[in-house]
């Protein structure tokens, strides 16, 4: 059975309008999926969301979760745990639903405030840096999503991920801390280690480190994935 077969048309809706909500909205919008609403509150975030949902209304979060079958929690980790008991407090969430969440570190756990109200908990990183533009809807090809969900409805965000062009990988419940440990580990230590090489080039007058380092940042990865089991070099 296709993902599509399985999950059908689903009307989604986005809470959070920073670079990774907007960006999985319009993969799922590619996917055949209708994007009803996106919850944005700064300038910048209005502009973005405008940028990559095109036509898509600003909502409330009340309204968001009123007209959606499946919603999106693409806010900071810190954040995630009060907003998913906020909206259960107030008897938001609704019988049924499916509640999405792109928090590294947590599971469906997280979900457990809103687990009386029926909601079905999806717990689905990418790992991926992203940007918040339409680069990075290119850039999900291929990309690894780590999944946490209960045994009966793995599959659904399975083929979500599928849709979205990303390879779904099974992490347990107790494994998600290691995992964002992992991911943290990698993105600060590349980021902080070109920031570093590209201060020393231009400090000796090198125009556009950055153009320099490219090809030996890009093969030095490649080499080290390899080690591991990643990308080997061509």
Not at 41 to 65: C, F, H, Y
Not at 67 to 75: N, P, Q
Not at 185 to 202: E, H, K, P, R, Y
Request: proline share 7%; hydrophobic share 50%; aromatic share 4%.
């Amino acid at each position: 059975m296709r993902p599509a077969e399985r999950t059908g048309r689903l009307g989604v809706g986005i809470i959070g309008a920073g670079r990774v909500g907007p960006v999985l909205g319009a993969a799922l919008a590619g996917a055949g999926h209708a994007i009803v609403g996106i919850a944005a509150i700064s300038e910048e975030s209005r502009e973005r969301a405008d940028a990559m949902l095109p036509g898509v209304p600003i909502l409330t979060i009340p309204q968001l979760v009123e007209r959606s079958e499946l919603v999106v929690l693409a806010v900071p980790s810190a954040e995630l745990g009060t907003l998913i008991a906020g909206l259960a407090e107030t008897g938001t969430w609704q019988m049924g639903q499916l509640v999405l969440h792109t928090a590294p570190e947590f599971g469906a756990e997280v979900f457990a405030p809103a687990r009386s109200a029926g909601v079905i908990p999806l717990a689905v990183h990418p790992a991926m840096a992203f940007t918040g533009t339409s680069v990075d809807l290119a850039r999900l090809a291929g990309t690894y999503f780590a999944v946490t969900a209960p045994t009966p409805v793995l599959p659904i965000a399975q083929a979500l991920v599928v849709e979205m062009g990303g390879e779904p990988v099974v992490v347990a419940e107790g494994d998600r801390a290691a995992y964002a440990e992992a991911i943290e580990t990698a993105t600060t230590f590349s980021t902080a280690i070109v920031d570093q090489a590209a201060g020393l080039l231009a400090g000796i007058g090198i125009e556009l480190p950055g153009r320099v380092l490219a090809p030996l940042m890009r093969s030095s990865v490649e080499n080290a994935l390899a080690r591991t089991g990643g990308t080997v070099p061509e």
